[in-house]
């Protein structure tokens, strides 16, 4: 079965940082763009970075330009997202996706994970 999973969500605090991974099981993110988004309660599901397949291309939204960072490691099929100074405003579940470049910022990506729980308290 193909799918991706992602982990490193957790709690922390105002300031904290968290590190999430997004593994393909059973697939390959080699040659793949690589994006991540998530959602709050209550709130639509917004775009957060993503990543070309050669990772010389990459895109942040707004809210994440100077505290998140995506990278991949192509040779453990691993893409990660850190990000520091995190804000109660970050709480959401991230989720992170497969396809090409102009799909992994839309709905439009074929692959998508279960996604993980980021809480950030004040």
């Known amino acids: 079965q193909v799918r991706l999973v992602e982990s490193g969500g957790g709690m922390v605090q105002a300031g904290g940082s968290l590190k999430l991974s997004c593994v393909a099981s059973?697939?390959?993110?080699?040659?793949?763009?690589v994006g991540w988004f998530r959602q709050a309660p209550g709130k639509e599901r917004e775009f957060v970075a993503r990543i070309g397949w050669s990772a010389e291309n990459q895109d942040y939204a707004g809210f994440a330009k100077g505290r998140f960072t995506i990278s991949r490691s192509d040779d453990n099929n691993i893409v990660y997202l850190q990000m520091n100074n995190l804000q109660p405003d970050d709480t959401a579940v991230y989720r992170c996706n497969r396809g090409i470049w102009q799909e992994v910022k839309s709905d439009a990506a074929p692959l998508w994970g279960q996604g993980t729980q980021v809480t950030v308290f004040p």
């Open positions: 059973g697939a390959d993110l080699r040659g793949f763009a």
